[in-house]
Antibody
Framework: EVQLVQSGAEVKKPGESLKISCKGS????????IAWVRQMPGKGLEWMGI????????RYSPSFQGQVTISADKSVSTAYLQWSSLKSSDTAMYYC???????????WGQGSLVTVSS | QSALTQPASVSGSPGQSITISCTGT?????????VSWYQQHPGKAPKLIIY???KWPSGVSNRFSGSKSGNTASLTISGLQAEDEADYYC???????????FGGGTKLTVL
């Protein structure tokens, strides 16, 4: 059974750095795309970017290019979403999702809530 | 990059059918047969209910169906049930970022 387990809720101050994780199990981690999706409070879903762990092919939505870094560590079957300097506008729920193709995402993590407040 | 356009809300009574539209451009919805629909209940992760415009993932009810005409895709839910009350999002592959763009989401209320 494919499972994605995300890291827990985080409370950070503006300007701090953060790296959240998404651990895959039940499938060959190298062969599935992982996507990151943002959902701001009371708002809709936004694709942030995707990564193919097998060859580290990484693509970002224009709105998120340069704002976050997506990476993956095949040795621990885990994908990451990273910020170097958080803003209050980064407060949101972040979901990871996995699929063999980029045109649909069948499997979703439970979400990681990030709160950025001074 | 503009999101796909969905109505903010739709409603229907139990047993009825409703349709949610999703309008894009020739760079996304109109150019590819890669439209997916997700259902999201409050406080839960999204769930894939339709992919490649018309296909069902395993375990999804066939009360959900998808279609496309030109730059507009549609999700139809027949035989509405109380449990269908949720937010629905369309998404399409787009040549703009070489993976995807979401619609703004539609809140379905079952009266």
């Amino acid at each position: 059974e494919v499972q994605l387990v995300q890291s827990g809720a985080e409370v950070k101050k503006p300007g701090e750095s953060l790296k959240i994780s998404c651990k895959g199990s039940g499938y060959n981690f190298n062969l599935y795309w992982i996507a990151w999706v943002r959902q701001m409070p009371g708002k809709g879903l936004e694709w942030m970017g995707i990564i193919y762990p097998g060859d580290s092919d990484t693509r970002y939505s224009p709105s998120f290019q340069g704002q976050v870094t997506i990476s993956a560590d095949k040795s621990v079957s885990t994908a990451y979403l990273q910020w170097s300097s958080l803003k209050s506008s980064d407060t949101a729920m972040y979901y990871c999702a996995a699929s063999v193709v980029i045109t649909r995402f069948d499997y979703w993590g439970q979400g990681s809530l990030v709160t950025v407040s001074s | 990059q503009s999101a796909l356009t969905q109505p903010a809300s739709v409603s229907g009574s139990p047993g009825q059918s409703i349709t949610i539209s999703c309008t894009g451009t020739s760079s996304d919805v109109g150019g590819y047969n890669f439209v997916s629909w997700y259902q999201q209940h409050p406080g839960k992760a999204p769930k894939l209910i339709i992919y490649d415009v018309t296909k069902w993932p395993s375990g999804v009810s066939n009360r959900f169906s998808g279609s496309k005409s030109g730059n507009t895709a549609s999700l139809t839910i027949s035989g509405l049930q109380a449990e269908d009350e949720a937010d629905y999002y369309c998404t399409s592959y787009t040549s703009n970022n070489t993976f995807g763009v979401f619609g703004g989401g539609t809140k379905l209320t079952v009266l």
